[in-house]
């Protein structure tokens, strides 16, 4: 991941970071972004939430990554993905 990070910076990119969780995915995404930003400031990462909602982890080990983050702005391939656990 560090090789990737500075790759990102070099050529003024950004890491793309799925976060794919439950109902509470998209405010986890926030507060991880902004912690980013301010280890390595803004610009550099970019995290992009994507809820399975209620669906449960063996439904979810059922899909294929590519049907999870369709439609986000890593759609084209993430650099990293983040699996959170429901109700935390």
Not at 28 to 38: E, P
Not at 54 to 81: C, F, H, R, W, Y
């Amino acid at each position: 991941m560090q090789k990737t990070v500075r790759a990102a910076i070099d050529k003024h990119a950004q890491v793309q970071l799925v976060m794919i969780g439950g109902a509470d995915c998209q405010a986890m995404s926030g507060l991880f972004q902004q912690q980013l930003d301010k280890a390595y400031g803004q610009d550099v990462f970019k995290v992009t939430a994507s809820s399975y909602g209620t669906q449960d982890s063996l439904a979810l080990n059922d899909k294929p990554l590519s049907e999870m983050i369709k439609g986000t702005a890593a759609a084209k391939g993430p650099d990293a993905v983040l699996y959170t656990a429901a109700g935390l």
